[in-house]
């Protein structure tokens, strides 16, 4: 039996996972717009359709696919993660330029869905030309990049909840200042490449950041739960809740894949996460 490639391995799971992000946030998108806003509901309808098409398909594959069908199903995933990004980016510029008045979507969080959409088609870029980072660097950029998107979440958290619901509210700020602050601490390290790459560095740097991402992810998961039982007054969609939730669950997964591979570093390695 011919063993499982890595390639196909990593290549699903980012499909699986992103797929379904890029899903939801088309509903989320059309959520926002107005009644008449048809054309670009539409759009966000037929976003929706193709990644749930894309999910769906990904789970036909196993392990054991052949590498080459994996990477033609990697460039036309590709193509649509670009398409999304370029109608996530159009959005974002008719919001800017007050075209869409009284819509209900936060620029900041079109341009963090369209973040999120150019990571997914990068990643599956890297894979298709087996260019993925080397670890030390690997862990930087990811950070830099998830604790964007954990610093995001705390905010659009904060904005969504119903004003009198105060501990919440301030909690949800709290956790916005603590990711902002990861963050720069984060972009400092970036900016001393290389001399900041030291394992020890990283460690200390993954070990951090794991204990705030764990506590942000127990106040998601929390904010979930609550607003699925009706115990939360704000205008956050149940879906939006449980979304934010995997997000923080998959840079704990990425932090736990990197702290493993360095664990056994002696060497330069290639980041399998």
């Known amino acids: 039996m011919r063993m499982p490639d890595a390639f196909v391995i990593r290549s699903i799971d980012e499909i699986r996972f ?3 992000i890029m899903k939801e946030h088309s509903l989320f998108l059309r959520l926002g717009f107005r009644c008449e806003d048809t054309q670009l509901i539409n759009e966000a309808n037929y976003f929706y359709k193709l990644f749930e098409g894309i999910e769906q398909r990904s789970h036909a594959f196993g392990v054991n696919t052949d590498p ?3 990477q033609k199903f ?3 995933v590709h193509t649509a993660a670009s398409h999304i990004w370029a109608f996530k980016r159009k959005i974002l510029g008719l919001i800017l330029t007050c075209q869409l008045p009284g819509q209900n979507n936060f620029p900041l969080l079109v341009d ?3 973040r999120e959409a150019n990571y997914f088609r990068n990643r599956l870029e890297e894979l298709n030309q087996g260019k993925l980072e080397p670890l030390q660097d690997a862990i930087i950029d990811e950070n830099v990049f998830f604790l964007k998107i954990m610093a995001d979440h705390a905010k659009f958290i904060g904005h969504l909840l119903d004003p009198s619901e105060r501990k919440l509210v301030d909690q949800a700020r709290e956790f916005s200042h603590d990711f902002d602050q990861l963050l720069f601490q984060a972009q400092d390290l970036d900016s001393m490449r290389p001399q900041s790459q030291t394992q020890p560095l990283l460690n200390q740097f993954l070990d951090q950041n794991k204990v705030s991402v764990k506590s942000l992810r127990d106040f ?3 904010a979930r739960d609550l607003i699925n ?3 939360i007054k704000s205008i956050i969609h149940p879906l939006l809740a449980d979304h934010v939730f995997r997000e ?3 840079f704990l997964e990425i932090i736990d894949m990197f702290e493993a591979a360095l664990t056994g570093v002696g060497k330069r390695a290639n980041l399998t996460h």
């Open 220 to 222: 998601k998961e929390t």
């Open 229 to 231: 039982q009706c115990k």
């Open 18 to 20: 992103w797929s379904r």
């Open 74 to 76: 990697n460039i036309e």
């Open 248 to 250: 923080a669950e998959r």
């Open 68 to 70: 080459t069908t994996i």
């Open 112 to 114: 963090h869905t369209s």
